[in-house]
């Protein structure tokens, strides 16, 4: 199975689209959220999807919590999963350098950083693409959904 983290390290240079663009360029403008009452066991069903890195846990406009795979061992099901999910690290700015995020993101092998505003608005979300070679778009996840609807079974 091949490694799913980005490649990283001395030399590994940026993608050709990334220079001169912000975060705000890049990001997914409509990530899924969940509202303050999620529990873990809420968080556990998300990641269960293996596209999904993080779990973006909001009241209202405000993101309160990021919760990512590692943060589910660190209370019971039924625990509000803002309680276990943190900010600091998995946040970023839209006017931060993309290109700067991207090192940041490849040097510390992270997929997910969650876009905010200076009062803590939830703005979109950065997604490394498993290659390390670029961004999700939001026509990328359209087409992923696209494609599992029609790959569906149809009702009888």
């Given at each position: ?60 406009a405000d993101l309160v ?9 660190a209370g019971p099901a ?79």
């Open positions: 199975m091949a490694d799913p983290r980005p490649p990283s390290g001395p030399g590994t240079a940026p993608p050709r689209d990334i220079p001169g663009r912000t975060v705000a360029d890049a990001m997914i403008r409509a990530p899924k959220v969940c509202g303050p009452r999620s529990t873990v066991a809420d968080a556990r069903a998300v990641l269960h999807n293996d596209h999904v890195h993080a779990v973006l846990i909001t009241d209202g919590a990021v919760v990512e795979r590692p943060d589910l061992d039924d625990l509000p999963a803002r309680l276990i999910g943190r900010l600091h690290g998995r946040v970023i700015g839209p006017d931060a350098d993309l290109e700067a995020a991207w090192r940041s993101m490849t040097d510390t092998r992270r997929r997910r950083l969650a876009v905010v505003d200076d009062r803590g608005r939830l703005l979109g979300l950065l997604c490394l693409k498993r290659s390390g070679l670029g961004f999700c778009s939001d026509t990328d996840i359209r087409a992923r959904a696209d494609e599992r609807r029609a790959c569906a079974p149809r009702p009888a």
